[in-house]
């Protein structure tokens, strides 16, 4: 377990890299925001493939060989990335981003398959130091960048990530085993399974919130540099990974005083608001609390939603949930990537901002019209 947790200490690093680097990576080779979109399009890309790998892998080699896997292919994309061309980066990027689709389900389905009725806690507290890696990196990539380059950071983190993959070969097996035992559980209670209806609706919530939350946590930055501030905006990705960090932080004593569903509406508000206000500011202060903001109310919306699907297709998570994750990784290609789109196309990365924000409006709606659609649905499915 302490292994896991370190791991996805670097994995919250290596999945918001782009975010701080971006800038660093636009100035190199002179690119525009169409251009540098694209890294976030490469690494979701790379992501889906690793995704789609991992419902093959699991069944067949387990949590050890997708652990082992995943850290090395990110440790080679990171240490390849600032010592390639144009087209050699996004080439590394890709390849960090097999590693992450590999990592990132193994790593929450593992979570959700074994800690019974306490899964959302138990993932919140395993995504907490994923946010903790997240945060860190804007503030190391800076220190590195004063000191010598980004270079010598992303070695760092590619030595890191290397010595993960190795200890997984010794450590992660203990997880496998839990992992396959609990597998085999059947869902616990008289509910019935979940229909088609229930599987569109929180398919489209995967894709909108990770897409969401990488367009948001990859832009917020070179959104802040043109704001102006002074150099605020290398800091800002760190509050919003901050205000991520704390949601998840707060959510194990949150789901003592209410229900899931009353959280997920709540942070959704907080963070529909908070985007709201980023788009708006004109100032460094609004800037800093719409982004924290933003970050908070994303903060618990991942782990309900990655608790709520293990309990509901419960022995089917494994499989079913490559499906979540891959729709996951088409969100976080697609919408950091239509910011760039849109921001190149009217000349205004406000303009391309909305994207995340209607992603979370959406969001919203779905999760509040899911009990009467559903029910719609399955009254249509009877006539």
């Not at 652990?67 to 144009?86: D, Q, T």
Request: glycine fraction near 12%.
């Amino acid at each position: 377990m302490l292994l896991l947790h370190a791991g996805f200490v670097f994995t919250g690093i290596a999945t918001v890299l782009l975010g701080p680097l971006l800038p660093f990576l636009a100035a190199r080779w002179s690119l525009s925001d169409s251009q540098a979109g694209l890294f976030f399009t490469a690494q979701f890309t790379g992501s889906l493939c690793g995704t789609a790998l991992t419902s093959l892998l699991l069944p067949r080699r387990g949590f050890r060989f997708v652990f082992r896997a995943g850290y090395a292919l990110m440790a080679c994309g990171i240490a390849l990335l600032w010592h390639s061309s144009w087209l050699g980066a996004l080439l590394s990027v890709i390849v960090c981003g097999v590693g992450l689709g590999l990592v990132i389900p193994a790593t929450n389905l593992w979570a959700g398959e074994t800690a019974g009725k306490s899964r959302a806690a138990t993932i919140a507290l395993l995504n907490l130091s994923w946010s903790a890696g997240a945060i860190a990196c804007a503030p190391l990539l800076v220190a590195s960048a004063q000191r010598g380059g980004p270079g010598i950071f992303l070695t760092g983190l590619a030595v890191s990530l290397s010595t993960v993959a190795l200890l997984a070969a010794f450590l992660a097996g203990e997880a496998a085993e839990s992992a396959s035992s609990v597998a085999e559980i059947p869902r616990q209670g008289h509910s019935p399974a979940p229909g088609p209806a229930s599987f569109i609706f929180l398919g489209l919530l995967f894709f909108l919130y990770v897409g969401s939350e990488n367009a948001l946590g990859g832009w917020v930055a070179s959104h802040a540099q043109r704001i102006g501030g002074g150099s605020l905006w290398l800091l800002t990705p760190s509050l919003f990974w901050g205000g991520l960090l704390l949601g998840r932080a707060l959510l194990p004593a949150a789901l003592r005083v209410a229900r899931d569903s009353e959280i997920l509406l709540a942070s959704l508000l907080l963070s529909a608001t908070g985007t709201l206000l980023l788009l708006t500011a004109q100032s460094g202060a609004m800037l800093v609390a719409a982004t924290a903001a933003s970050g908070l109310g994303l903060g618990t919306v991942y782990p309900l939603f990655i608790a709520h699907m293990t309990a509901a297709f419960a022995t089917k998570a494994r499989r079913v949930g490559a499906v979540f994750f891959s729709l996951s990784s088409c969100g976080g290609a697609l919408l950091p990537w239509m910011v760039g789109a849109i921001s190149a196309h009217r000349s205004s990365l406000r303009a391309g901002l909305i994207v995340p924000f209607a992603g979370i409006l959406l969001m919203l709606g779905i999760w509040m019209l899911r009990p009467y659609s559903t029910r719609a649905i399955s009254l249509l499915r009877m006539r």
